[in-house]
């Protein structure tokens, strides 16, 4: 008998496999891509933290040696420079707002004692205000003070 006149069914193929569920490897894959992508994250913000302190002493450094600028200008320069390092560290909308003694006790916070809101820092909240310009020697301290904070701060974000 030939072949072809056989008493044969045709061939039923399988159904093709589906692309859902995923095979455990996928899911696998696809967690260790998610736990990546974190860990990226986070040293990514970790670095970018600790450069912002490490510009910051920079820009103290250059601050403290520039005599073209004045006390008063020296000192809007420090207080643009720490709200700087301040949002940088901590949340906007937890730094961005404070203004007066707020933002003074929120830097003493960081460093033992109070000398933001006690010392020499309360020239960051008041000398803007005042008839006559910070003293070289009020400049140094606070500078010396800030200085500090910003050590402080770089301990806090390792």
Not at 11 to 17: D, E, K
Not at 40 to 67: E, G, M, P
Not at 102 to 118: E, I, K, Q
Request: overall charge positive; some cysteine.
């Amino acid at each position: 008998m030939p072949p072809t006149q056989l008493p044969l069914k045709d061939l039923h193929l399988p159904a093709s496999i589906g692309w859902w569920p995923p095979a455990i490897g996928w899911w696998i894959l696809a967690a260790l891509l998610i736990g990546l992508i974190a860990l990226l994250f986070w040293i990514y913000k970790r670095l970018t933290r600790q450069s912002a302190v490490k510009s910051a002493k920079k820009l103290l450094l250059a601050l403290k040696q520039d005599q073209t600028l004045d006390n008063g200008q020296k000192l809007s320069q420090l207080s643009i420079l720490m709200r700087r390092v301040a949002i940088s560290q901590h949340p906007r909308s937890e730094t961005a707002s404070l203004t007066g003694h707020a933002w003074l006790t929120f830097l003493d916070r960081a460093v033992t004692g109070a000398p933001f809101s006690t010392g020499v820092g309360q020239l960051l909240a008041n000398a803007q205000f005042q008839k006559n310009p910070p003293t070289d020697g009020d400049i140094a301290n606070l500078m010396r003070v800030c200085e500090n904070w910003f050590i402080a701060v770089a301990k806090q974000t390792k």
